[in-house]
């Protein structure tokens, strides 16, 4: 999946095929949701499990770490699937003076729905 330690999840708003939305986990950090248009809507420090959220056109974010795969329920009940289909690895946190960790990224792509 796309999650390091921080979580980022990069999610699309209006999903589907076409759009290609996505889902990016940073471990130790953060999870964003990352709309169609570009615009990235934070989550917090998030990489497994299900969380509500404040956002008008989505109600709910499940992260399945261990199986690399995640879904966005919108306010229309649609449902967006996600797949890991590409991780990447590298220093961070190295400016807090405590020496660097390794922290692992995740990306998803939206996947036909299957959980």
């Known amino acids: 999946m ?21 889902i990016e986990v940073l471990t130790e950090r953060r999870t964003t ?3 169609n248009d570009g615009d990235r809507h934070g989550l917090g420090k998030f990489t497994d499990g299900c969380k509500k959220n ?10 399945d770490d261990k199986r690399n795969r995640a879904h966005a329920v919108y306010q229309t ?9 590409h ?16 922290c692992y990224t995740k990306h998803y792509t939206t996947t036909a729905y299957n959980w």
């Open 2 to 22: 796309k999650f390091s330690l921080t979580a980022a999840a990069v999610l699309s708003a209006l999903g589907g095929v076409a759009n290609a939305a996505k």
């Open 33 to 35: 949701y990352i709309a």
């Open 54 to 63: 404040s956002f008008p056109w989505m109600k709910e974010i499940c992260i």
């Open 77 to 85: 009940n649609r449902k967006d699937c996600f797949k890991v289909t």
């Open 87 to 102: 991780e990447t690895s590298g220093n961070c946190n190295c400016e807090l003076g405590w020496g660097c960790k390794t």
